[in-house]
């Protein structure tokens, strides 16, 4: 990965809130003075960053071969048929 393609998600873990306050004032003063069209542009790219994430890790569930049907299988089957994991395993 590249250094300067981060993780949306890394970047608000790492940041100290005293540097997110700036950063929040800087981007008032830019948003203040870009047209309506790069504004739209903003807040599009916004966004995508927010959804970035969650995009990944929805792919990269959607990969799992048979998941869905795995997911309807147990949607389907009936509750009676499932044994309670405490008279499987005495023990844990």
Known sequence: M????QDPM???ASSD???IAELRDQLNTV???LSPERL????????FLTSAAG???TQELLAIPSLWEQ??????TPTPLYTPWR???SDV
Not at 71 to 76: D, W
Request: hydrophobic fraction near 35%.
């Open 2 to 5: 590249n250094p300067t393609d």
């Open 10 to 12: 890394e970047d608000r």
């Open 17 to 19: 809130p005293s540097s």
């Open 31 to 33: 948003l203040q003075e």
């Open 40 to 47: 739209k542009i903003l807040a599009d790219f916004a966004a």
């Open 55 to 57: 995009e990944a890790a």
């Open 71 to 76: 997911v309807r299988e147990n949607q389907s």
């Open 87 to 89: 008279k499987l395993r």
